[in-house]
């Protein structure tokens, strides 16, 4: 697969368009217009053309595309034909729910430790998971085959930056952080700093607009 | 303030500008070069300069931005200069977690009603706030002074749809939906979905790309 140099808000919206697609393969239906398509994902119809125009040549005029081709195009551009390993440290309530949140397992995304330091939670199952003492995170990290992918920080904010820095050194290549502060990552390691009131504030600027 | 067309896109940037706004006036930072910020939201500077542009004039050519008066711009545009009120439905774990969550509060959301129709749920107190039945949500809304702005749902997939249902004809302006199934809203409210295995999705391509 050639690998162009795609922009990083056109690979943010590959997920949005793949989880459309899914909802319409869902519901039966095998072609789709790029009108049809961007509406369910939220941007308009040039846009969708232009950002599947970075992965290739699909759809053909006047007819659209086929639903089931374009969800297994975009999710070897995401490199979701193979399954993921994820620790998570911080089990508190937002790092237990995205334990248990069907969304990960569904789609290929295997969480292989869970940890966090407070001795009320160490040792407590959740979602079939034992959470370990952080202190085990590098054995963990280490034993698993294949290495860990992806690390999910879902710590109280002052503990983000230094539960990166474990994560980083035990080899861990990608991290999205929950916690809400911005930490920082050396060269190479792929972070992503989520942070949940962006969803409200993009609320805020429409019911301001009406 | 002119009531410009900005594109979709721009939008969902501003709170991470935000973001990375407040973090620099934090450090104590005055003044930030369009490159400097647009390293901290994950962006180019062109894209910022472009995004910034459809607000206003700002910045000084080879000085930069003023980050306070930015960060008074931005969030002015985002409507986040009154505060804003939220129900949620669903007190599992995620919506226990949303609740609780620091960023919210500290930005001016506030929870005045949370739901849910589990008897064992119904009646307990997550930080600080009684969990209604959910067949209270109509009374809830209605008594609340100025409306409410936003409702979060947080239930699973299947109760999706009837709760986005019940908030609309309550009133509610404007939905989150962190249910891992996409519904329907009537033109005029506005609706976000919340799907968490986008990050994982987005890191997963960046992990494939090395």
């Known amino acids: ?29 095998q072609i789709t217009s790029s009108h049809g398509l961007a509406q369910h994902a939220g941007t308009n119809a040039a846009q969708l053309r232009k950002d599947l125009s970075y992965l290739g040549e699909f759809g053909t005029r006047g007819v659209g595309y086929d639903v089931d081709q374009l969800i297994n195009e975009v999710s070897k551009w995401l490199g979701l034909l193979r399954d993921r390993t994820v620790v998570i440290v911080g089990l508190g309530r937002l790092g237990g729910a995205l334990v248990g949140y069907q969304g990960f397992s569904q789609k290929g995304f295997k969480v292989v430790g869970a940890f966090d330091r407070d001795p009320a939670i160490v040792g407590t199952v959740v979602d079939g998971l034992t959470v370990n003492h952080i202190n085990d995170l590098e054995s963990i990290v280490k034993d698993t ?39 920082d990552v050396p060269a190479g390691v792929v972070l992503r700093q989520v942070d949940l009131s962006v969803e409200l504030q993009i609320l805020s600027y429409y019911l301001q607009k009406r």
């Not at 050639?2 to 590959?14: S, V």
């Open 145 to 183: 085959q294949g290495g860990v992918d992806i690390g999910i920080i879902a710590t109280q904010a002052p503990s983000a930056q230094g539960v990166a820095n474990r994560m980083v050194d035990a080899g861990v290549k990608a991290i999205i952080n929950f916690a809400p502060i911005t930490i």
């Open 1 to 29: 697969m050639k690998k162009a140099k795609i922009p990083q808000t056109t690979i943010t919206r590959l997920p949005v368009y793949l989880r459309a697609l899914v909802m319409l393969a869902n519901k039966g239906e």
